[in-house]
């Protein structure tokens, strides 16, 4: 089970990692969770990029990639004793 993406050598803890192939692309999914407030801003700010290189050092998994979906289950940003869910999907571009 995957537990750690790289994104342009950022780590994150991730959960609900799925790898596919799409059209003859990499792809993968994942869920991490962020806490509200610096962190939250810290991380949309890093994820705003859109484009990153990719590694996944558990499957030997490496390509440049966008992020092609993503979505968060939190409403309160700036509470900082909340957590949300973050669903990001990246796909490889060619």
């Known amino acids: 089970m995957v537990k750690e ?3 342009d050598n950022k780590a994150f803890s991730v959960t ?12 993968i999914s994942f ?4 806490q509200g407030g610096q962190h939250y801003h810290d991380v949309t700010s890093f994820l705003y990029k859109n484009a990153f290189e990719v ?10 990639g966008k992020i092609y979906e ?21 796909i490889e571009e060619k």
């Open 5 to 7: 993406v790289l994104l």
């Open 16 to 27: 609900d990692f799925k790898q596919e192939l799409e059209r003859g692309r990499k792809s």
């Open 31 to 34: 869920t991490l969770k962020v």
């Open 55 to 64: 590694r996944v050092p558990e499957m030997d998994l490496a390509f440049s």
């Open 70 to 90: 993503y979505s968060t289950s939190l409403a309160d940003y700036s509470d900082e004793n909340s957590f949300s869910n973050f669903k990001l999907r990246l």
